[in-house]
């Protein structure tokens, strides 16, 4: 019998192993040298990005999440693996912040400098608000994925706040706008950072985009 590697297992194990954060960009110019493949976490303020990457690498704390929306204000790297094998990149929010209107639109230009120049970039993951659904801002960026024919996958995160009947309806209807867009991955990934449903799915997910050549 041929030997299948389980992708839900191979991805447990590759989280179990090092991460480590290695440092934070305030500008394109403080990033690493491109080495490796990145895979980036986008979306609106306060969508959970932070909290989703913790949960990812099974790490509380090891980004930093809060309530204040503008948390994260610069492209924070990460390391998997010992000897290296990808990058994720945990972003600013675009869209409303807690910040002044000049700061905020400071953090949105690095962020679509970096979604549409950065070569090593494999997978973004574009996270959207279970409560909320795919708003105009998120369309934008992801015309923006588009048109840079960068690959990125729709994630609903908090999926706990909402019924499940209303998180299986957000989630069609999110799979329906992922269609119309050329570059998104027709699967949509609902998940929750607070119980851990999706995340290994999601782990999954990342290792195969980062692994790949
Ligand atoms: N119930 C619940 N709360 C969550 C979940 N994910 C994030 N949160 C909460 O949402 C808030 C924002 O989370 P962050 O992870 O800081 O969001 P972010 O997208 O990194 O925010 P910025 O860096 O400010 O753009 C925090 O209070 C989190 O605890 C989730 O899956 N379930
Ligand atoms: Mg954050």
């Not at 440092?23 to 959970?48: D, H």
């Not at 932070?50 to 924070?76: D, H, I, K, V, Y």
């Not at 027709?186 to 995340?199: D, K, M, N, R």
């Amino acid at each position: 019998m041929r030997y299948e590697p389980d992708p839900i297992e191979e991805a447990r194990r590759r989280f179990a192993g090092p991460v480590s954060f290695m440092l934070s960009a305030p500008a394109l110019e403080f990033l690493p040298a491109p080495k490796c493949s990145e895979i980036a976490f986008a979306g609106r303020s306060n969508v959970g990005k932070s909290s989703l990457l913790n949960a990812l690498t099974g790490r509380q704390g090891l980004a930093r999440a809060s309530t204040t929306p503008g948390r994260t204000q610069e492209l924070n790297v990460f390391e998997v693996g010992e000897p290296l094998v990808f990058r994720l990149i945990d972003m600013p929010g675009y869209g409303f912040a807690k910040a002044p209107k000049d700061i905020v639109a400071r953090w949105q230009a690095l962020v679509f400098d970096y979604l549409r120049g950065r070569a090593v970039l494999k997978r973004v993951l574009v996270l959207i608000d279970s409560r909320h659904g795919v708003k105009p801002v998120d369309k934008e960026v992801m015309d923006i994925l588009d048109k840079a024919a960068v690959s990125y996958q729709l994630v609903l995160t908090k999926g706990d706040k909402i019924k499940p009947t209303e998180l299986a309806k957000v989630l069609a209807e999110t799979e329906a706008a992922a269609r119309t867009q050329a570059a998104a991955y027709p699967q949509v990934l609902a998940t929750s950072a607070e119980t851990g449903f999706g995340i290994p799915e999601l782990r999954a997910a990342v290792v195969q985009a980062g692994e790949a050549a």
